[in-house]
């Protein structure tokens, strides 16, 4: 028996179902359980009871040795699900059943996780507070009065609540690296091409990252090695072919841009103290420069809704689906913005431009990743806010992407790594940046960081 | 500094399918105009000789054979899964062309 104790890492869930100390059966009832006490997160829109039952017995009924053995998942609500309502959190699909699954979700289903729900997140994934979702916000679980950060937000909640074991996430400008921060998990947003976004809805196609969110470095890890990898269906899917620096000693780089007036002392606090850790354990910290992260929030904000507003065209409510009427304010917002940006008259002084300028801000990480083997930085200026604070100011919730979407302007994996607590209760944390294809160094020093500081995982009360 | 009258707001609007109440127009008119001027930043940065990015792991053209792979198709009925309005096997839309009056 599980003696209400519920396993938080994929080893234990393994371990305890090939050991028999407990059974899958017993594991979804603790979950539901869980789930159902907790539904003032709302960090669910469809919750997949049925399915996780028989996914369970069959586990049960054959226990094999798979990576995600009886690991529960909850899907992004934005990954399609075979038979199971896909909803992007917008009523424009509020009753699709898709009739395929995302190749992360049959790649994890197929290793032996269970998928216990699907994830409420902002709609489309256009938000960083969890606040933009059609079905109602979703809560943070160290506090309820503030938001979990987005647009990945029930996936976050989802684990950090224990409702999943883990979960599946999207990182655009910064999807999966912002809850995982507010809410106190780990979050992997990988190298762009290196997990096939097919099955997943698009958001912005050359910015678009499948990721996933854990109690463990370890545990992002093996998710990310069940899901990469091509397919056949993606095409900008590759094997990765990354050259680690040759050097013996292991730099990190700290970005002076990213410590900047007006962010949260705490953070900034914390993140110089995770240096100082990575430092005593014989890592050298090398002083950088990223000179263009400044413009890091205007070219996402020209390139992204652009590619928005030409995804989203596709949603005529003909095929599947209601019709335009139904997409809410932030969805029209950002098919305006894209649609302004790529108008006649416009696209040089906006898209193109926003193109070159994303070639700098590349630049700059290449030159860095030259010197050093990852970079170190906060993942959002502020821990997590209260609902509501920002709903009326686009503009202010768009600059406190400013960490994140360089990342995926410039297609580099980011790892987010909980690192404590503010004086208020609320989530602390760091992300480290690495050069396309290195998802690896940065796990090992995720793992350095965990080991060192003798982490452990627990959930939110 | 850029700044989007309510006139662009309902041609941008009518580009992207998107029907605005008039409150959502004034909403948007503000909104968007103080996100356009935002950008106006990037009118500081030297871009004269830098070339664009559209990729960033460096692919160009990625090619497959031209075959039919029935592992990666739907079939009819699963294709019409998502609508009630069908026709004989076929999604049913409103006609986008009217006859002539003139013949």
């Not at chain 1, 699954?101 to 489309?124: F, H, L, P, Q, Y």
């Not at chain 1, 193109?355 to 050093?372: P, Y």
């Given at each position: 028996?599980i003696?209400?104790?519920?396993?938080?890492?994929?080893?234990?869930?393994?371990e305890g179902?090939?050991k028999?100390?407990?059974?899958?059966?017993?594991?979804?009832d603790?979950?539901l359980a869980?789930?159902?006490k907790?539904?003032?997160l709302n960090?669910?829109i469809t919750i997949?009871?049925d399915?996780?039952?028989?996914?369970?017995k069959?586990i049960?009924s054959n226990?094999?040795?798979?990576?995600l053995?009886?690991?529960?998942v909850?899907?992004k609500?934005?990954?399609l699900t075979?038979?199971?309502?896909?909803?992007?959190?917008s009523?424009v699909?509020?009753?699709?059943?898709?009739?395929?699954?995302?190749?992360v979700?049959?790649?994890m289903?197929?290793?032996?996780?269970i998928?216990?729900?699907?994830?409420n997140?902002d709609?489309?994934?256009?938000?960083?507070s969890?606040?933009?979702?059609?079905y109602?916000p979703?809560?943070n679980?160290?506090n309820?009065?503030y938001?979990?950060?987005?647009?990945?937000s029930?996936?976050a909640v989802?684990?950090?609540?224990?409702?999943?074991l883990?979960?599946?996430g999207t990182?655009?400008?910064?999807?999966?690296?912002?809850?995982?921060?507010?809410?106190g998990?780990?979050g992997l947003?990988?190298?762009?091409?290196a997990?096939s976004?097919?099955g997943?809805i698009?958001?912005?196609?050359?910015?678009?990252s499948m990721g996933?969110?854990?109690?463990?470095v370890d545990?992002?890890?093996?998710?990310?090695?069940?899901?990469?990898g091509?397919?056949g269906?993606?095409s900008?899917?590759?094997?990765p072919?990354h050259?680690?620096?040759?050097?013996?000693?292991?730099?990190?780089?700290i970005?002076?841009e990213?410590?900047v007036?007006g962010m949260?002392k705490e953070?900034?606090?914390?993140?110089l103290?995770?240096?100082k850790?990575f430092?005593k354990?014989?890592?050298e910290l090398?002083?950088i420069s990223l000179?263009?992260?400044?413009?890091a929030?205007?070219?996402?904000y020209?390139i992204q809704p652009?590619?928005?507003?030409?995804?989203?065209?596709?949603?005529d409510?003909?095929r599947?689906g209601n019709?335009?009427?139904s997409f809410g304010?932030?969805?029209k917002?950002r098919?305006?913005?894209?649609t302004?940006?790529?108008?006649a008259?416009?696209?040089?002084?906006?898209?193109?431009?926003?193109?070159?300028v994303?070639?700098?801000?590349?630049?700059?990480?290449?030159?860095?990743f030259?010197?050093?083997d990852?970079?170190l930085?906060p993942?959002?200026?502020?821990?997590?806010?209260?609902?509501?604070e920002?709903?009326n100011?686009?503009l202010?919730?768009?600059?406190?992407?400013i960490?994140?979407?360089p990342?995926?302007?410039?297609?580099?994996?980011?790892?987010?790594?909980?690192s404590?607590?503010?004086?208020?209760?609320l989530p602390?944390g760091?992300q480290?940046?690495g050069?396309r294809f290195s998802?690896p160094?940065?796990?090992?020093?995720g793992?350095?960081?965990?080991k060192v500081t003798?982490?452990?995982p627990q959930?939110?009360? | 500094m850029s700044k989007l009258?309510?006139q662009?707001?309902?041609?941008?609007?009518k580009?992207?399918?998107i029907?605005?109440t008039?409150?959502?127009v004034?909403?948007?008119?503000?909104?968007?105009s103080?996100?356009?001027s935002y950008m106006d930043?990037?009118?500081?940065?030297?871009?004269?000789n830098?070339?664009?990015?559209?990729?960033?792991t460096g692919?160009?053209n990625?090619?497959?054979k031209?075959e039919?792979n029935?592992d990666q198709v739907?079939?009819?009925d699963?294709a019409?899964?998502?609508t009630e309005k069908?026709h004989?096997?076929?999604?049913?839309v409103?006609?986008?062309l009217?006859?002539?009056?003139?013949?």
């Amino acid at each position: 028996m599980i003696n209400n104790q519920i396993p938080l890492t994929i080893k234990e869930t393994k371990e305890g179902l090939l050991k028999k100390k407990f059974s899958a059966v017993e594991l979804v009832d603790q979950y539901l359980a869980q789930i159902s006490k907790n539904k003032d997160l709302n960090a669910f829109i469809t919750i997949c009871e049925d399915e996780a039952y028989k996914k369970a017995k069959l586990i049960d009924s054959n226990l094999q040795d798979l990576s995600l053995l009886g690991v529960t998942v909850a899907h992004k609500d934005l990954y399609l699900t075979k038979g199971v309502r896909t909803t992007a959190a917008s009523k424009v699909l509020e009753s699709y059943i898709p009739q395929y699954s995302a190749t992360v979700v049959d790649r994890m289903e197929k290793s032996g996780a269970i998928t216990i729900g699907k994830a409420n997140c902002d709609a489309w994934a256009h938000g960083a507070s969890g606040e933009n979702s059609d079905y109602g916000p979703t809560k943070n679980p160290w506090n309820k009065e503030y938001v979990p950060g987005g647009s990945s937000s029930g996936s976050a909640v989802s684990v950090a609540a224990g409702l999943s074991l883990v979960a599946t996430g999207t990182d655009t400008g910064g999807s999966i690296r912002n809850p995982a921060n507010f809410c106190g998990v780990v979050g992997l947003k990988p190298t762009y091409g290196a997990v096939s976004r097919y099955g997943v809805i698009a958001m912005a196609s050359s910015l678009d990252s499948m990721g996933s969110l854990a109690h463990t470095v370890d545990d992002v890890e093996t998710i990310f090695n069940v899901v990469k990898g091509p397919d056949g269906y993606d095409s900008t899917v590759v094997n990765p072919k990354h050259e680690t620096r040759n050097t013996k000693k292991l730099k990190i780089g700290i970005p002076k841009e990213y410590f900047v007036d007006g962010m949260d002392k705490e953070v900034e606090k914390s993140v110089l103290e995770t240096a100082k850790i990575f430092e005593k354990e014989g890592i050298e910290l090398v002083n950088i420069s990223l000179p263009n992260t400044k413009h890091a929030v205007s070219v996402y904000y020209i390139i992204q809704p652009a590619e928005v507003s030409s995804n989203l065209n596709r949603f005529d409510g003909i095929r599947l689906g209601n019709s335009r009427e139904s997409f809410g304010a932030e969805a029209k917002r950002r098919i305006m913005l894209g649609t302004y940006v790529l108008s006649a008259g416009y696209y040089d002084a906006f898209y193109l431009k926003a193109q070159k300028v994303r070639s700098l801000i590349i630049k700059d990480f290449d030159s860095a990743f030259e010197k050093v083997d990852a970079i170190l930085s906060p993942v959002m200026p502020t821990p997590a806010f209260k609902l509501g604070e920002n709903v009326n100011d686009p503009l202010k919730m768009y600059l406190a992407d400013i960490f994140t979407a360089p990342a995926n302007l410039a297609g580099i994996p980011g790892l987010a790594i909980p690192s404590g607590f503010t004086k208020k209760g609320l989530p602390l944390g760091f992300q480290l940046l690495g050069s396309r294809f290195s998802e690896p160094v940065l796990f090992s020093l995720g793992k350095l960081y965990e080991k060192v500081t003798g982490f452990v995982p627990q959930i939110a009360k | 500094m850029s700044k989007l009258t309510k006139q662009d707001v309902l041609h941008v609007a009518k580009l992207a399918k998107i029907t605005l109440t008039d409150a959502e127009v004034d909403k948007f008119t503000t909104q968007l105009s103080s996100i356009i001027s935002y950008m106006d930043e990037l009118n500081t940065v030297e871009i004269s000789n830098i070339e664009p990015t559209t990729q960033t792991t460096g692919l160009s053209n990625v090619f497959r054979k031209d075959e039919i792979n029935t592992d990666q198709v739907l079939s009819q009925d699963e294709a019409l899964s998502g609508t009630e309005k069908t026709h004989n096997g076929y999604f049913k839309v409103d006609a986008i062309l009217t006859e002539r009056s003139d013949k």
